[in-house]
């Protein structure tokens, strides 16, 4: 996994609770150190072992860890590909052009890069599915993201994001709906 990821979740870690927190959850991990490098690649299970030790210091399923670190990574993620969106883009069409933009650039930039694979269908302009597919199998990252550009986008009261199968599979299939401005968020799509 890009180390940008890691430095990311050092931060998040750090924001949410303090420096120590960081410090204690790499030790309970079992790395060797807390520190990584933007430029490199690291073993998966680091990510792994650290959202794991996490999940069992707070009490947290990792699943909505990953989610509540998808949400805050976007931000940093915007800023990072602001050259490859358009401004006229929402959070719909980032979802539907993610693939073929940012995407490919990652794994362009280093032969060991591999984001998962989003298959996004746009079956109508408020609506599409996503079907994540990755051996990491943290679907629930992916869910996080869309519910932060959501939030980024201002949209987060009028975007409905569903996941149809379990967020931690190989494949992941996630609706995702824009309601008609004014529209209140009832149950399902």
Known sequence: MHGTVFILLKRYVQTQYDHSTWVR???????????????????????????????????VPANELHE?????????????????????WKTLDMIEHTENTM??????????NSPPV?????????KLEITYVSQRRMGALAVGIVRGLATYFDEADRIVVEPET????ERVLIRVQRLPAGLPRVGSM
Do not use: C, W
Not at 68 to 88: A, C, H, R, S, W
Not at 166 to 169: A, L, P, Q
């Open 166 to 169: 379990s967020e931690n599979g």
């Open 25 to 59: 959850l790499v030790e309970a991990a079992g790395l060797t150190s807390g520190d990584f490098d933007h430029k490199e690649v690291y073993p998966d299970e680091h990510m792994y072992a650290l959202v794991g030790k996490a999940a069992q210091m707070t009490g």
């Open 118 to 126: 989003l298959h996004v269908v746009r079956h109508s302009p408020d």
């Open 103 to 112: 995407h490919k650039k990652v794994r362009s930039e280093h032969a060991k």
């Open 68 to 88: 509540k670190f998808g949400e805050y990574l976007v931000p940093d993620l915007m800023y990072m590909y602001q050259k490859l969106i358009q401004p006229n």
